[in-house]
């Protein structure tokens, strides 16, 4: 199993952001995906996370309410939008998959994503 991660990039204060992870293939390690995000000195944090059955999104306090995690079924694609984009959301964001929301054995590499102004 392997995971893409696609996305990043600069954005300034009050933007929006994409990113998207694909799955090599859909098999029971990759029921669940996240999105963890670690910003320098800071320690790796849940952001977000989807299970591809029964429905459910999860997320973290600091995004909720301006994050949309959405699925693409045909491309095996999990995306998480991020809209109204602080200075403390820059970190390296990476998508995990496993078996549950709290047991990740599969990461993909990490995506920049910098807000500044």
């Known amino acids: 199993v392997q995971l893409q991660a696609s996305g990043g990039g600069s954005v300034q204060p009050g933007g929006s952001l994409k990113l998207s992870c694909t799955v090599s293939?859909?098999?029971?390690?990759?029921?669940?995906v996240a999105w963890f995000r670690q910003a320098p000195g800071r320690e790796r944090e849940f952001v977000g996370g989807?299970?591809?059955?029964?429905?459910?999104?999860y997320y973290a306090d600091s995004v909720k309410g301006r994050s949309t995690i959405s699925i693409d079924d045909a491309k095996n694609t999990v995306s998480l939008q991020v809209n109204g984009l602080k200075s403390e959301d820059s970190a390296v964001y990476y998508c995990a998959s496993g078996l549950t929301l709290s047991n990740f054995s599969t990461w993909g590499q990490g995506t920049l994503v910098t807000v500044s102004s």
């Open positions: 293939e859909r098999t029971p390690r990759t029921s669940a």
């Open positions: 989807m299970t591809w059955t029964g429905g459910m999104r």
